[in-house]
């Protein structure tokens, strides 16, 4: 369970080092792989890395209280505070209202034994080399690792709700 100081700890550190190539389509869903990087508390020299998947669905019909409706699956139900942060900072999320849906997959883990940032940088090379344009590589905090997903993913949707909006308004959705 993660507590209200770890929650806004991992807000505060968690850091996307690579970015996907493109953003949430507005008429489809769009999945982004994932390597969540993080140093186990307990554990000097060692890196967890954590690999999974997650999808931000098409939004399926129009939500007059979106921030309430979003639905999480595979997520912990209490990284929903992620929403309120956002709100709390006078974030606008109203493109939420379209009832978004999110799906994470399974989780794959492998610990090294390495200093984190030479762990980052090699994880930087390897999609560098791949050019894998769904990849993201984050750094987050080992308890708290599923904030840093939920960050990630909701970062993402406001990168590309201008882009969503411009979309809808061309097809006379909105």
């Known amino acids: 369970?993660?507590?209200p100081d770890d929650f806004h700890?991992?807000?505060e550190t968690t850091r996307v080092i690579h970015e996907p190539?493109?953003?949430?389509?507005?008429?489809?869903?769009?999945?982004?792989?994932?390597?969540?990087?993080?140093?186990p508390?307990?554990?000097v020299g060692k890196v967890c890395i954590r690999r999974g998947e997650v999808e931000a669905q098409k939004p399926q019909l129009i939500k007059p209280d979106g921030f309430s409706e979003i639905e999480l699956e595979g997520f912990d139900p209490k990284v929903l505070r992620v929403i309120?942060?956002?709100?709390?900072?006078?974030?606008?999320?109203?493109?939420?209202q379209y009832g978004f849906q999110f799906k994470r997959s399974d989780i794959?883990?492998?610990?090294?034994?390495?200093q984190l940032e030479s762990v980052s940088d090699k994880a930087l090379e390897a999609v560098r080399v791949s050019g894998n344009p769904s990849l993201a590589i984050i750094q987050s905090v080992d308890d708290a690792?599923?904030?840093g997903i939920m960050k990630f993913t909701l970062d993402m949707i406001m990168k590309s709700q201008d882009i969503n909006r411009f979309d809808l308004k061309r097809r006379g959705l909105i």
């Open 108 to 114: 794959s883990k492998e610990f090294v034994h390495d």
């Open 84 to 96: 309120e942060h956002f709100k709390e900072q006078g974030i606008d999320l109203s493109f939420l």
């Open 145 to 147: 690792w599923e904030v």
């Open 41 to 43: 508390m307990d554990s």
């Open 21 to 39: 190539d493109r953003r949430i389509e507005t008429f489809g869903a769009t999945r982004f792989e994932f390597e969540i990087l993080s140093e």
């Open 1 to 3: 369970m993660v507590s």
């Open 9 to 11: 700890y991992a807000m």
